[in-house]
């Protein structure tokens, strides 16, 4: 029997007979990589969604109620001699007020009546794609703001900016706490592999004592660590694919409704192969640690 097929051998019989101590390790390895996976999916359905809205930004112009036609005329008149705009479309308050009903059935009878329509009338303004346009589409609004009969103007880049700067906030916590989470799980590793070590002590003096190769002596305990890691990644997975298919089964239409974009409900392969590399790399460095101290 190979060096691997007797490090295999024994890391399993010692998972076994420290099952319980192993469950610990596991979870929470488990726990990191799924915390892991968590902040991936999310970070890919933000770029995902960035990219799409960047592609059809939008500036939406709303209407004061008083608004007159030659106030109207004038400014789509501004609007068609600009050199960003490519269409724009006028949304009256009923079709305001149709469309939030669609996306949002459940809220639909807080709108109020049609002598109350909380919905401005708005107009929808298709913008060029391009370098360098975000200045003239500054410019733009600033104008369009200061124009008769128009209430308030929102431009859609300004929010995919902030949601930008708001997913790398939210990154940057999720990358800190994963990492203290994966030290917590590499030293859980480290203590059960060590554990493991302190019950064969014995057999490991004799291995030394009659010149056996390093392989079999610490080959093992790295294993043993392997395997916390890789159970506790699939763990992990299984957790991802539950919890994607239990929100897509609540909220998937009306998430894509909103958003106009697919989400990312499945989990690439790409993905899967860090997280279990990721969780190998944890339980392997919690198995270096304790095989160590069997010099």
């Keep these: 029997m190979g ?48 990219g799409a809205w ?4 939008e500036l939406s112009i709303y209407l004061q109620d008083d608004m007159s036609a030659a106030q109207r005329t004038a400014l789509e008149r501004q609007l068609d001699g600009s050199a960003v705009v490519a269409g724009h479309d006028y949304v009256s308050k009923s079709q305001a007020r149709a469309r939030f009903a669609a996306l949002f059935p459940d809220l639909a009878g807080l709108a109020g009546g049609q002598e109350d329509d909380p919905f401005p009338a708005s107009i929808e303004v298709r913008l060029r794609p391009g370098p360098g346009t975000e200045g003239a589409v500054d410019a733009l609004a600033g104008r369009l703001r200061t124009t008769a009969g128009v209430s ?55 291995m030394r004592l009659v010149g056996a190769p390093l392989a079999y002596i610490r080959g093992p305990f790295v294993t043993e660590g392997l395997l916390h890691g890789g159970v506790g990644a699939l763990i992990a997975i299984a957790l991802l694919l539950a919890g994607l298919a239990a929100v897509r089964a609540e909220y998937g239409p009306a998430v894509q409704a909103a958003l106009g974009v697919a989400p990312v409900w499945l989990l ?28």
């Design 268 to 295: 690439p392969l790409n993905l899967c192969g860090l997280v279990v590399l990721g969780g190998m790399l944890v339980g392997g460095l919690g198995g270096m640690v304790a095989a160590w101290s069997s010099r």
């Design 152 to 206: 308030d103007v929102r431009y859609d880049r300004r929010w995919i900016d902030r949601l930008v700067t708001l997913a790398n906030i939210v990154g940057a916590v999720g990358l800190l706490l994963v990492s203290v989470l994966s030290v917590a799980g590499a030293l859980s590793v480290a203590i059960v592999v060590r554990l493991a070590l302190f019950a064969r002590r014995d057999e490991v003096e004799i």
């Design 54 to 57: 960047r592609g059809t930004a």
């Design 3 to 50: 060096a691997l097929g007797y490090s295999l051998e024994q890391a399993l019989l010692s998972l076994w007979r420290g099952r319980s101590a192993s469950l610990l390790s596991i979870a929470t390895i488990a726990l990191a990589l799924f915390v892991l996976g968590a902040f991936l999916l999310i970070t890919l359905n933000v770029e995902q969604l960035v």
